[in-house]
């Protein structure tokens, strides 16, 4: 499986884990391998153990945008852009 680095999903992989809690804290808002869509992290339950993963999806006609923590509509055009390149790398890997 090519995972597209800095990307998450709360379904396939989770960044609200106690790891990322501890060096990051709650609260905290990660990519989502959708450009659309982003991820906030609960308090991490020590009982439970483990923190909620909740995805978002930004407004239409705006992006995410990781180094702003917001969702944008200026970087759609870069964004498509990293992510196509990153999808290529990938594609690549599986005919090496």
């Known amino acids: ?3 597209v680095a800095g990307r998450y999903s709360c379904r396939l992989s989770n960044p609200c884990t106690y790891l990322f809690i501890v060096v990051y804290g709650y609260g905290n808002y990660y990519e989502h391998y959708s450009p659309r869509k982003y991820i906030q992290c609960g ?3 020590p009982v439970a153990q483990y923190a909620s993963c909740t995805e978002y999806t930004c407004p239409p006609g ?3 945008d990781q180094s702003s923590t ?3 509509g200026d970087v ?3 964004k498509m852009l990293s992510i196509f390149l990153q ?3 990938c594609i690549q890997l599986l005919f090496e």
């Open 62 to 64: 705006t992006l995410w």
């Open 1 to 3: 499986m090519c995972v």
């Open 76 to 78: 759609k055009s870069r």
């Open 43 to 45: 308090v991490w339950n």
């Open 87 to 89: 999808l290529l790398s």
């Open 70 to 72: 917001m969702c944008t």
